[in-house]
């Protein structure tokens, strides 16, 4: 079994989406992100450069979600997980959510979201 840190329910607002009117208003979007590590090192050391500092990956994230406009909800949790890869070379394996509870659905629901999962690239 890996470690894991994970950042949950991050909100931002940003301008993704497949409709004129949601990257020109805007709405919130919650992202969660769960890196699996081992973390054995920074638990014995108490070290910061030995795990993930998660405000780091926050801010990341912010930048991502709060940054250029997308399309797809895909995408912006794959540029989640480039980012996150090239910044954090601990970062083994990433599973990153990306919600839109607002998304312009006609009828009601609970939340529109995308999971992903990654591994790190081999040459990565």
């Known amino acids: ?3 894991k840190v994970e950042l949950l329910g991050m909100e931002f607002f940003g301008y993704h989406g497949c409709m004129k009117e949601e ?11 769960v ?3 081992d973390l054995a090192a920074a638990g014995k050391t108490d070290d910061l450069k030995k795990t993930v500092n998660y405000a780091d990956v926050f801010a990341e994230a912010r930048a991502i979600v709060e940054g250029e406009p997308f399309t797809l909800l895909e995408a912006v949790a794959e540029r989640i997980a480039e980012v996150l890869f090239e910044k954090h070379s601990l970062i083994e394996r990433l599973r990153i959510t990306v919600h839109k509870p607002y998304a312009p659905i006609p ?8 999971t992903i999962r990654r591994a790190r690239p081999k040459n990565g």
């Open 107 to 114: 009828g009601k629901f609970a939340d529109a979201a995308v």
């Open 23 to 33: 990257r020109a208003i805007g709405q919130r979007f919650y992202v969660d992100v």
């Open 1 to 3: 079994m890996m470690d």
């Open 35 to 37: 890196m699996y590590l």
